[in-house]
């Protein structure tokens, strides 16, 4: 086959057979007729693609019919013209009048949901999509070929708004629309403008972006799926049940193929969802292909033709083959469940799921109840960790009260708690924090939570205090008025920032470790040691909860008064950031050589973990 500029005497022809082939012949095009618009009397099917290729005198449009041999002139026919989606209008107004007559019908019951037959075209299930948005119903269209079909829903709480985006593309074929989720945005902190702060620091690409459940949903989820389908998930299979994807990449760009004429305005209402944006989805069918389970949702846009989340998968199969079930069962409404979850993005260094504390749904403590709930805890955990602290000490035990006291001020009681969230911290600060947004971001990638949270400070974070938020700020305007840190750096500090004080009373671990019946004090202050326990100091170092917080690879505990060790630090820079926060803490003069001796203490401890707090804190420190 030679290139189409050539003439047509110097091209070599084409087998029959191939030509049949490769050659569109329209249905009722054959024969005579007056050709269609851009064609040729006369003209073959191979010579009018070869011309159309090149882009002279090219129609794309139907006629009515073509000269015997094909690629007539043709006059414009009465299918799609090819100049964009097919119109509504080309449904004959009969068949529309039958269709609207119905949902109105529908609009007018009491039934939940409105299943129509597979048997409407393409077409059709576009305009009751439009109609149904007019009504202010949701619809979702699901399945495959000829299983493929339309449910339209009526909102819970009465009819639902129609969503702007699809006023705005004049209503779209396969996405249903009036969506019933309750959308709730974010509050405008620090951190919770979506994409806009994302884009700015460097987490990688966007491999996808979905609704994520939370973890409630996803275990009623599966809990749902075990009644649903009749012999439930096998126990050999991987079970997902966590996301609904909604588009391949970014919310903003996203590069899920979609050949459907719907396409462009799925992305328009793609682009309106914000990262961090909490949905109530509800599961209204069920969808099984022998190797894959899934269920279809409603309530939340979707480049997926049947938006669902994979449940479980058979072993070796990939998640992916869920968009390949044709068959898509619906659901009473009496067995539909609601799932909730948030808009999110995978792919780079994000974390895999939001963390705990971004949910709005969370409700933490109020500050009063707060702070003594935690005074409780620190309490109880700070007598276990003063017996083990006075088992230790064998022959050395004090012998009166006093000497109890002070063994247990210098080497039992914590002094910092490091029970504020860093990232209520950073959106505390506000402005006055550089980067804050990368900042924020960063922690959201890297932080995780202590692992013993009694309380649920990291799930649940409460405001920070007062007097913690005006000593950050006194110590963030030193540090930054020297030299500008790096977001990492910075980070690394505002974790070593995000502590109060432990206010517990070495009167009140005393009058513990009496009531535990591990002490008993005389009248004349003599000290007698009746049960201190077989747990060993080492042992007990956690049992004062949040003394410790483990974040980006380091781990922060308490060593003497004011100061903090790292250990098993990653880098230096994490040993660096630390360290310049204890130092300011120390103030004084000297903030140089201040600044040395806490770097030395930071990395003599990252170097030497399997020190004893006190002897590195003494092998680093002598001087």
């Known amino acids: 086959l030679k290139p189409f500029w050539l003439k047509t005497s110097q091209r070599l022809p084409l087998p029959a057979p191939l030509t049949a082939g490769i050659w569109p012949v329209w249905p009722g095009t054959m024969g005579k007729g007056k050709g269609g618009k851009g064609g040729k009397p006369g003209e073959s099917n191979e010579d009018a693609m070869f011309r159309m290729m090149g882009g002279k005198d090219s129609g794309t449009h139907r006629g009515k019919g073509m000269e015997k041999g094909g690629g007539g002139k043709g006059g414009k026919g009465k299918g799609w013209s090819g100049d964009g989606p097919p119109s509504l209008e080309e449904i004959p107004e009969g068949r529309r009048k039958v269709l609207s007559d119905q949902l109105e019908a529908f609009v007018g019951g009491s ?30 269209s699901f399945g495959q070929g000829r299983d493929r079909y339309i449910c339209v829903f009526r909102p819970e709480g009465g009819p639902a708004a129609p969503a702007e985006a699809a006023e705005a593309s004049g209503g779209s074929g396969e996405l249903g629309h009036g969506s019933p989720a309750a959308e709730r ?34 275990t009623r989820l599966q809990e749902f799926c075990g009644r649903a389908f009749s012999d439930g998930i096998p126990g050999d299979w991987t079970v997902h049940a966590d996301h609904m994807t909604i588009c391949v990449g970014s919310l903003t760009e996203p590069l899920t193929e979609d050949s459907r004429s719907v396409a462009d305005a799925i ?8 990262v961090r944006q909490e949905l109530d989805l509800k599961v209204v069918s069920t969808g099984w292909s022998g190797k894959v389970m899934a269920v279809g949702v409603v309530g939340c846009t979707s480049c997926n033709k049947n938006p669902h989340i994979t449940v479980a998968t058979a072993p070796q199969v990939q998640p992916r083959q869920s968009n390949d079930i ?3 069962d619906m659901l009473p409404p009496e067995k539909q469940i609601a799932l909730h979850g948030m808009v999110w993005q995978r792919g780079g260094q994000r974390p895999h799921a939001p963390p705990a504390w971004i949910w709005q749904r969370a409700e933490a403590a109020s500050g009063t109840e707060g702070a003594q709930q935690l005074a409780e805890v620190v309490l109880a955990g700070t007598v276990q960790f003063a017996r083990a602290v006075l088992r230790g000490e064998k022959g050395g035990r004090p012998k009166n009260e006093s000497g109890l006291r002070t063994v247990l001020q210098l080497r039992a009681i914590p002094k910092r708690l490091y029970a504020v969230h860093p990232v209520k911290l950073a959106q505390a600060l506000g402005d006055e924090l550089p980067n804050g947004r990368e900042v924020v971001c960063r922690l959201e990638a890297d932080l995780r939570s202590p692992a013993g949270d009694p309380l649920k400070l990291f799930k649940l974070p409460c405001d920070v205090p007062a007097e913690v938020l005006q000593r950050t700020r006194q110590a963030l305007r030193l540090l930054v008025a020297k030299t500008p840190l790096p977001v990492s750096e910075l980070t690394l500090w505002l974790i070593s920032q995000a502590y109060c004080s432990s206010g517990v009373d070495v009167a009140g671990v005393v009058g513990g470790l009496t009531e535990a019946g591990a002490v008993r004090v005389g009248e004349d202050g003599c000290v007698e040691y009746v049960a201190l326990g077989e747990e060993a100091r080492a042992d007990a170092l956690g049992r004062p909860p949040y003394s410790r917080l483990q974040g980006h690879g380091c781990q922060l505990r308490p060593t003497t008064p004011a100061r903090c060790l790292v250990m098993g630090a990653a880098d230096d820079a994490t040993i660096e950031a630390l360290a310049l926060g204890e130092a300011q803490e120390e103030g004084g003069g000297g903030g140089v050589r201040r600044l040395m001796h806490a770097r030395t203490r930071a990395l003599a401890c990252a170097l030497a973990p399997s020190l004893s707090r006190s002897r590195a804190s003494m092998h680093a420190c002598s001087r």
Not at 114 to 132: C, I
């Open 111 to 140: 039934d939940a949901q409105f299943e129509l037959p597979p048997t409407l075209t393409g077409l059709e299930r576009k305009f009751v999509h439009s109609r149904a948005e007019g009504l202010g119903l949701t619809s979702q």
């Open 185 to 218: 945005e974010g509050n405008g902190d620090v951190g919770q403008q979506g994409e806009e702060h994302e884009s700015e620091t460097d987490l990688g690409p966007v491999l996808y972006s979905a609704v994520v459940l939370d973890e409630a949903s996803s």
């Open 267 to 274: 992305r328009k209402q793609t682009a309106l969802l914000k």
């Open 326 to 328: 044709r068959r898509w």
